[in-house]
């Protein structure tokens, strides 16, 4: 009787039908609901600042792919949408158009190629291209079209501030928080997405509804989103119940500005994140606490941008004190 033949192999070993492609376009399915809001709350704007993204994004990704670094040409991967879709979600829908097309520059020809592509890049691309125009644009990325203004264009709205900003300059001028509660919107307002502010960054609801498709479909992780979530209410709830007067509800600080998107489309990027679920946590916990610093003591009313660029930067080295369990490891333990 002939003994088996064993075949030797290179890992890995494990296969799965989902690839890097698949679940680019559940993230761009997830990112639907909130898209179709800001166009019923923006109108046309939002719709121009996200075909332009989008747009230049893809191109720009195939120009230098081709042309400077003569490598394969990698725009059907999905990547590269994606980051036109949440770099377009990071701007207000008054933005020139000229200016969309720089941040889509910097977000891939900066941020993610000349890192190597996709796989290799530290930091998220479309916050780097959101950063870089805040720090080189302040003016035109701080005005914001007013909700449900679609009777006028998205380039001659009237243009107000965002909650958060209406609370840290009123704070600022020596208002109470009672004062200010007067001049921002409701948390069901919030909630639903009808305030001011970038054009992806409203709907707390629409938003949710992605992140737990994602989570259903295994894209993402629950650890980052809702730990970042829970250490900004935490925190902001502690200064709250301190002095009420000087410090917003917690639900202000989580329904409003880039929270919501940020700990579920952006925090949770693959690539830039930790490996590990204690990983996550501690990653997610750094978001949330530089979150809370920021908005309470810099000089932005929002932070969460800089927190998650800022935490993209340790990964390696959380990955580092945070390895998983070798595969094995365990068992070699018992019998030794």
């Known amino acids: ?38 166009l ?46 949440l770099l377009a979600f990071n701007l207000p ?24 592509g996709l796989g290799f890049n530290i930091f998220n691309p479309a916050l780097v291209g959101r950063v870089f125009l805040l ?15 679609n009777q006028r264009t998205a380039y001659d709205a009237v243009t107000g501030a965002t909650p958060l900003g209406i609370i840290k300059e ?28 970038s054009l992806g960054e409203m709907s707390a609801l629409a938003l949710i509804i992605g992140g737990l498709f994602l989570i259903i479909r295994k894209v993402i992780s629950w650890h980052i989103p809702l730990v970042m979530i829970i250490t900004i209410a935490l925190i902001t709830g502690i200064f709250w119940r301190l002095d009420p007067q000087q410090y917003a509800n917690p639900l202000i600080h ?28 501690i990653f997610a916990i750094g978001i949330g606490l530089l979150t809370v610093v920021i908005r309470l003591f810099g000089a932005y009313p929002e932070g969460v941008s800089f927190a998650i660029i800022i935490m993209n930067a340790f990964v390696p080295l959380i990955n580092k004190y945070f390895k998983p369990r070798r595969f094995g490891d365990k068992i070699r333990s018992k019998i030794m």
């Open 170 to 197: 009123g704070l600022m001028f020596g208002e109470t928080m009672t004062e200010i509660s007067t001049k921002i919107p409701s948390v069901l307002d919030m909630f639903l997405g009808l305030t001011g502010g």
């Open 40 to 85: 019923y709350v923006f109108g046309i704007g939002a719709l121009v600042v996200t075909s332009v993204a989008v747009i230049s994004c893809l191109l720009f990704e195939y120009l230098i792919q081709k042309y400077l670094l003569k490598t394969a040409v990698t725009i059907a991967d999905g990547s590269a949408l994606i980051t036109g879709i």
């Open 93 to 116: 829908t008054s933005l020139p158009i000229w200016m969309i097309i720089v941040g889509s520059l910097v977000a891939i020809g900066i941020a993610k190629l000349s890192f190597g």
């Open 135 to 149: 720090i080189s644009f302040p003016v035109q990325m701080t005005m914001w079209p007013n909700p449900l203004d």
């Open 254 to 281: 989580v329904l409003s500005g880039g929270a919501i998107l940020g700990a579920f489309f952006m925090a949770t990027d693959l690539v830039t994140s930790p490996m590990t679920k204690k990983g996550m946590v």
């Open 1 to 38: 009787m002939s003994t088996p033949s064993i075949i030797i192999s290179a890992s890995p070993h494990v296969h799965s039908d989902r690839t890097s492609k698949k679940i680019m376009y559940d993230v761009v399915i997830a990112l639907i609901p909130a898209f179709l809001v800001s």
